[in-house]
C-alpha cells in the first residue's frame, strides 16, 4: 500500500513553504514519526514526520521546491521495518539526536553526507557547536572521508540553484538565493523604517554594582538553580519595571488608536546561521532571574537548531537586542513592529569615569533606545533609558521595586 506524503498544515498567517532538505533518500527505510525532510518558512523551521514505517519510494517535490500545504512531495510504501532496518534506522536516529543539540540542520546535512561522526569533528562554535567550516576541515583533513562514496542523490545543505560568475576583471562572484528568513527580515527592517518615525537616545550605565552581585552569588545560583547567572536577566527586569512607570513604551499603535498593553512580553534578539530571530518570554515581571536565564538559554538553542515554534517567535511588547555579545560599542537598534521600543546593550569595557570627583575604572556599557516617536515623546524615552539605568546601577532598588 502506498501512501503520500503531504505538506502538512501551516502556521498561522503562513502561505507556503519551501523544502529546506530530505532528510533521507529514495529506497531508504523510515519508521513511523521519523522525521522525513525539513520545511523551511519566513519564520520557523517545520519537521515531517513518516505518516508510517515503510520505505520512501518516490521523492516529488526536490529540495528547494516552494509548496502549500497540502501539496504531495513524496510517495512512501507501507510495510514493516525489518530487525536489521529498525537497528539501522535507531542508530541513524541516536546520531542524528546526538548531532542535533551541537549543529545546526544544514551541517548535519553535510555530515550524514560524507558519512562524518560528531566524534570525527572538533567543533569551534560556541560551546562546542559543530559549524560548516569544521565539517569542511575534517573533510580536507581525512582522505578516507574525502573518498567516501556520494549518496545517489545528495541533498546539499546549499541553497538550490547556487551560481558562479566572475566579474570584468575575472574575479569570482558566487550567487546564493536568500533564505525565506533573510527575506522576510529585510521586508520587515524596511517596514520598520518606512512606517515609523524612528529616534534613538543614549546613555551609559556603570555595571560595577551588577557585576560584583554576580561574582559573589554566581556559585551559589548555579547549584541552586542549574544556570548561570548572566547580564541579561537584569537588563530584562530593569526594563520591565521600567516599563511598567513608562506604559507608553510598552504601547503600540494600531491604525489610529494607541493599545496600552498591560503585560511584558520582551523578545531578545538572538542570531542563528539562518538569521536573526526575537523569541519573546513572555510575563517576565513574574519571573525571577533563574527563570528568564533558563527561558534565554532554551530558546537561543532551539533557535540555532531551527527548532523554534511559531507561537514563540510571534506577539511581544518590547525587545532587547545584545551586540555588545559580537563586540559592538554602540549602535541604533531597529524596533521590532508592531513593538514601539528596543533597547540596545553594547560591549562592556572598563573605562575612566568621575565618581565623587576622582577618576576611577568602571565596567561601562552605552545603552541605546530606538523608539517610535510617533507615540513615545522624547521625555518619555530619555526617562525610561535613565530608570534603566539606575536600576542597573543600584539593584538592590531593582529587586525591592523602588
Known sequence: MTIEIRVPQLPESVSDATIAAWVIKEGDSVNEEENLLELETDKVVLEVPAPASGVLIKIIAEQGATVLAGDVIGVLEEGEVTAKTEAKATTKESSSTSAEANASPSVRKIMAENNLSESQITGTGKNGRILKEDVEKALTATTAVASAPTPSKPAPSAPAVTTSTTDLEG?????????????????RLLEAQST?????????????EVARLRRKYQERFQKSHDIKLGFMSFFIKAATEALKRYPEVNARIDGGDIIYQGYYDIGVAVSSERGLVVPIIRNTDSMGNADIEKAIKDYATRARSGHLELSELTGGTFSITNGGIFGSMLSTPIINPPQSAILGMHNIQQRPVAVDGEVVIRPMMYLALSYDHRLIDGQ?????????????EDPASLFLEL
Open 171 to 187: 574575479r569570482e562572484e558566487r550567487r546564493v538565493p536568500m533564505t525565506r528568513l533573510r527575506a522576510r527580515i529585510a521586508e
Open 380 to 392: 518619555a524615552a530619555v526617562s525610561f533609558l535613565v530608570k534603566v539605568k539606575e536600576l542597573l
Open 196 to 208: 515609523a518615525a524612528i529616534l534613538t537616545t543614549f546613555n551609559e550605565v556603570d555595571l560595577s
